[in-house]
């Protein structure tokens, strides 16, 4: 699964949380969830189960800390890919 | 951490107390009661002449009973935790019946989850009947700071 996949796959799961649909439009690997999507800290958390459901992924505490923006998260889904 | 020891880190006091007793407290659940003041200030406006318990009221009893005392008995649980302050985040309620100044009610709280710091619980309040007047799902992000 190459990255532009992976954020075809993350954008209807984020896009549960955005008002700004706009923002969405433009997601790449630079959006930062919290200062570009305004998304609240307890939905950046319903996100990462979301990702975990539809990855058939476990992402720990530490891994879950680094996943700020889009970018990061898909370093985080890969590493997690290809542990299983 | 034992039922006294949750009641004693609730961050409530008279007149936003909506916690008397905790029944029951496990990693899955809290059950608890709380009795309706009569004399409870929002009653004079809610509504003029006809006071019924206001649905946030119910609502903040459900948190308290049910997602604050269960995450602060989480967070303190846990190995070297610290018992934590609860952030409410979200509600989503349904309301079944009035509940009128005096009656007491019962709230049960069952854990969805509780990842990433999230507790997330369904909630019922029970009446003196029996009847469930309210019930839905709350949820907070349990924290080492107030307003963080």
Request: net charge negative; charged share 25%.
């Amino acid at each position: 699964m190459d990255r532009e996949e992976i954020i075809a796959r993350l954008k209807p799961i984020v896009s549960t949380y955005v008002e700004d649909k706009d923002q969405l439009e433009n997601l790449n690997e630079a959006t930062d969830f919290i200062k570009d999507l305004r998304i609240n800290s307890a939905n950046l958390v319903d996100i990462v189960l979301d990702v975990e459901e539809e990855f058939g992924i476990v992402i720990d505490n530490l891994s879950m800390e680094k996943m700020l923006n889009v970018g990061a998260s898909i370093d985080i889904i890969e590493t997690k890919l290809v542990q299983q | 951490m034992n039922k006294e020891e949750i009641l004693a880190h609730l961050p409530y006091s008279k007149p936003f107390l909506f916690v008397d007793e905790l029944l029951e407290i496990d990693e899955n659940r809290a059950i608890g009661t709380y009795t309706f003041d009569a004399g409870l200030d929002f009653y004079q406006g809610h509504f003029k002449d006809s006071p019924v318990t206001p649905g946030v009221i119910l609502t903040e009893t459900m948190a308290q009973i049910g997602l604050v005392c269960l995450g602060i008995y989480l967070s303190g649980s846990a190995e070297g935790g610290m018992p934590g302050h609860v952030m409410l985040t979200s509600t989503a309620i349904d309301f079944m019946k009035p509940v009128f100044p005096g009656e007491k009610v019962r709230v049960e709280a069952e854990k969805v989850y509780f990842r990433f710091k999230k507790l997330n619980c369904t909630v019922q309040m029970i009446n003196a009947a029996g009847d469930v007047v309210c019930k839905g799902t709350i949820a907070g992000m349990v924290t080492n700071k107030m307003n963080a």
